[in-house]
């Protein structure tokens, strides 16, 4: 990962700088709430796909820094919102911004950091990334209200939550690729590669973050382990494991997901049962698939630096420590 790090050095560091320009605001609270979250940590993975899809498609202006900034601000927002609906405490091992500011606060800074993207694409004038970015934001509020009716649901299948992951998380991913291309004026075909490659990586990613949920300690995966299940969220680990158990273990786990708060003897014993009926393992190797996926459609590309960056970036989505 570091390889790629160095190899957009400084793109990334105009990017950064492009946050700072994009929050200007006369409003205080927006500044420091928008600088609080753009600072805690993130991994920038989303810039980084579309900075390395421009690269990739041969892209030779400057609007990629403007739209990396973009999809950051519009991830960052769906954050803000997502802490709210979930009550977190926690995000990025910092406390949440709706924890420092309160739940009004983060919404309204979330609601001006979606403006401000769409302010941004329609002053770059390109009415393509316009149409792919607008079109993925919609599909990522469907997918949080897809989430929500999904809540507590033990009947959830692994299709119909491919469904919520998809729209959820992976189509800003694969609207960052597509963008990279369409601002190369690269082929129908091509962008709609790219696309489809940051799709998969997307899915890749949150089914990582859905491993990760239940096996790694807080200070290294920066919010509380166990958080996805006393959310009673149901991923794709949990739904494995339910789809092979008992009936009497999946009651137990019924029992546990509908209580108000979930204790650390809870949570292990949904791990143990996990682990029993190999959710982890399953869940990784359908990450491992996609990811294998993805670097089998970036074959289409011709040797580069950027598209060996975009390899390694492929592969440390799926290589998260467990």
Not at 101 to 118: I, Q, Y
Not at 247 to 258: G, K, L, N, T, W
Request: glycine residues 6%; proline residues 1%; aromatic residues 6%.
């Amino acid at each position: 990962m570091q390889s790629v790090l160095n190899y957009l050095k400084n793109d990334l560091e105009r990017v950064e700088a492009q946050f700072r320009k994009d929050l200007d605001s006369e409003v205080l609270l927006i500044r420091k709430v928008g600088e609080y979250v753009l600072a805690s940590g993130g991994k920038r993975v989303r810039p980084m796909l579309l900075l390395l899809s421009a690269r990739l498609a041969g892209y030779q202006g400057d609007q990629h820094i403007g739209l990396a900034s973009v999809v950051e601000f519009i991830h960052t927002a769906t954050l803000l919102h997502d802490d709210v609906v979930d009550g977190a405490d926690l995000r990025r091992g910092n406390a949440s911004a709706n924890a420092v500011w309160g739940n009004e606060a983060s919404v309204l800074v979330g609601d001006f950091l979606f403006a401000k993207s769409f302010s941004i694409m329609v002053e770059a004038g390109n009415l393509g990334v316009l149409k792919s970015l607008s079109d993925a934001t919609t599909m990522m509020a469907e997918g949080e209200v897809l989430q929500l009716i999904s809540t507590c649901d033990l009947d959830l299948n692994e299709d119909r939550y491919m469904a919520v992951v998809k729209n959820k998380t992976a189509v800003l991913m694969a609207a960052a690729c597509h963008c990279g291309g369409l601002l190369a004026n690269v082929s129908r075909q091509e962008a709609e590669t790219l696309h489809t490659i940051g799709m998969n990586l997307g899915i890749a990613f949150q089914f990582m973050d859905d491993a990760l949920d239940y096996v790694a300690d807080q200070e290294t995966f920066g919010k509380m382990r166990g958080q996805d299940l006393a959310e009673g969220k149901m991923t794709l680990p949990l739904i494995e494991a339910l789809r092979r158990c008992s009936p009497e273990e999946r009651a137990s786990v019924a029992e546990i997901i509908e209580r108000d708060e979930t204790s650390d003897a809870d949570l292990e014993q949904v791990v143990a049962l996990i682990e029993k009926h190999d959710g982890i393992d399953y869940t990784r190797r359908r990450a491992a698939e996609l990811v294998q996926q993805a670097k089998q459609q970036l074959e289409s590309f011709q040797d580069s630096e950027a598209k060996r960056a975009m390899i390694t970036l492929a592969e440390y989505i799926v290589g998260r420590s467990l």
